[in-house]
């Protein structure tokens, strides 16, 4: 099996993120803009000064939950990385505004991030999620499968919630654009889900994240030892 690229998430200071650096991740993510959509979201500056402190050999992954292709082009003129995670509802920004984010920015690689909902059937879901990867597949360098939370208004994933992984399986065989898998996975599952799968590589934000009383103590978001595990599982699996 080819290398399974690692992705991380929820490296809230430069120190979390120069230890996953450290620990391997081949991907690092954060989310930025000038209009504050998200909690603890960076700024264009900090978002450059975080991603700067970064080995050139890790992928800086920005993130956006914003759906104005006007906001995303203006902070995309203030700080461009190297992918822009785009996380909001996949339906408020259509592929011909994605076509305008990068016929702007024509270096810059897209990440689109693909809906599934935890408890709801695979058959259930399917015709909507092959309609959607069909008209996303021409704007799109990546997909990223994340769980939706159907009570949320708020972008798609970052809920520590898993899904059924063969709706993941099913979109891997059903594209050549490149499929990182997220929703739930740490060092005890991720293995599994790979075997399951074969994606191009696998996420992980809330399971590698200290528990909140412990980021309140130590200052710190991410887990090292929970980076660890997640990366060495998912090179070894």
């Given amino acids: 099996m080819a290398k399974v690229i690692t992705q991380i998430y929820g490296c809230e200071n430069i120190i979390d993120a120069q230890i996953a650096a450290k620990l391997g991740a081949d991907h690092i993510g954060c989310g930025y803009g000038e209009v504050a959509h998200l909690p603890h979201q960076k700024n264009c500056a900090q978002a450059k000064e975080f991603f700067d402190a970064l080995p050139e050999n890790v992928v800086r992954v920005g993130l956006t939950i914003a759906t104005d292709v006007d ?135 809330t399971l590698t994240s200290y528990p909140k009383f412990l980021q309140e103590i130590t200052g710190r978001i991410k887990d090292p030892v929970k980076i660890y595990e997640f990366i060495e599982a998912a090179r070894n699996a």
């Fill in 71 to 205: 906001e995303i082009i203006n902070d995309l003129t203030l700080f461009e990385p190297d992918v822009y995670h785009l996380s909001g509802d996949i339906r408020d920004i259509p592929p011909e505004g994605v076509q305008r984010i990068r016929d702007a920015f024509p270096k810059l690689k897209i990440m689109q991030a693909i809906p599934v909902f935890s408890g709801v059937p695979v058959e259930e879901q399917w015709p909507e999620i092959l309609e959607l990867i069909r008209a996303y597949e021409p704007t799109t360098d990546f997909f990223l499968i994340d769980t939706k939370d159907p009570q949320s208004t708020i972008g798609i994933g970052a809920t520590g919630a898993t899904h059924d992984r063969e709706i993941d399986r099913r979109i891997i065989e059903s594209t050549s654009v490149p499929c990182i898998i997220a929703g739930g996975l740490d060092g005890s599952n991720v293995a599994e889900a790979i075997h399951q799968t074969h994606p191009y590589g696998v996420d992980s934000c």
